[in-house]
């Protein structure tokens, strides 16, 4: 089935600085990739939609200054979030749609910031 | 867009019992629901799905029934073993490229 790598699993960084997050389908030309957001003991909530080649389309509430995101190949995806807080701590995990109607996730990025 | 309510948010039951978790969708238009397991830190396992064109599906342990007329699914889980015990998500797609949305997640105790 389609393989998609998330790196850094874990990161914690200080406030004011910025982390990007990497996603990279390994068997798949993902045209299309989501990405998304999980607080503690919540649901997954989508922040963007990243179309390779093409700006991303970020869904209300969430800043695109702050929320970088960058799909240049049809095989990586980038969030880059800039000027972290620690409200930006969070787990985020990307997601694209393989084959049929099946969806992948990346393995997921848990954010600390102090 | 869509929405999708899912109840209960939380669930305990006796290993061996059996668990029901309901899921309802706004959009008639979504034709694809999947239910994936979460365990803390990890991502999310697909570990069932039906199409809007099947009422019901099973997997071993594991059943979905769709109702497109009410617009609700639900997931059923029998025997249950500590093992299930995790957050479960429902979620709905309509067609096309478009993304999953999610409902708030069940958290499943199965008690020993």
């Known amino acids: 089935g389609a393989v998609v790598s998330q790196h850094p699993s874990r990161v914690i960084c200080k406030s004011g600085t910025s982390v990007k997050i990497e996603c990279r389908s390994l068997d798949f030309q993902a045209t299309t990739m989501f990405w998304y957001r999980q607080f503690p003991k919540q649901s997954l909530m989508l922040m963007a939609t990243s179309n390779e080649g093409s700006k991303a389309t970020y869904e209300q509430g969430v800043e695109k200054d702050k929320f970088l995101i960058n799909h240049a190949s049809l095989t990586l995806s980038t969030l880059t979030v800039t000027s972290a807080h620690p409200e930006d701590s969070s787990f985020y995990i990307c997601?694209?749609?393989?084959?049929?109607?099946?969806?992948?996730f990346g393995s997921g990025t848990r954010l600390t910031v102090v | 867009g869509e929405n999708v309510e899912q109840h209960p948010s939380t669930l305990s039951v006796q290993e061996g019992d059996s668990a029901v978790i309901k899921c309802t969708y706004s959009d008639s238009a979504s034709n694809y629901f999947p239910w994936y397991k979460q365990e803390l830190g990890k991502r999310p396992q697909l570990i069932i799905d039906i199409r809007s064109n099947v009422g019901e599906k099973k997997d071993q342990r594991i059943a979905v029934t769709l109702n497109k007329t009410a617009k609700h699914f639900s997931l059923h889980i029998t025997e249950t073993q500590p093992e299930d015990s995790a957050v479960y998500f429902c979620a709905a797609l309509l067609s096309g490229n478009t993304p999953l949305v999610f409902g708030k997640g069940t958290r499943l105790s199965v008690i020993a």
């Open positions: 997601s694209f749609r393989g084959t049929g109607y099946g969806y992948t």
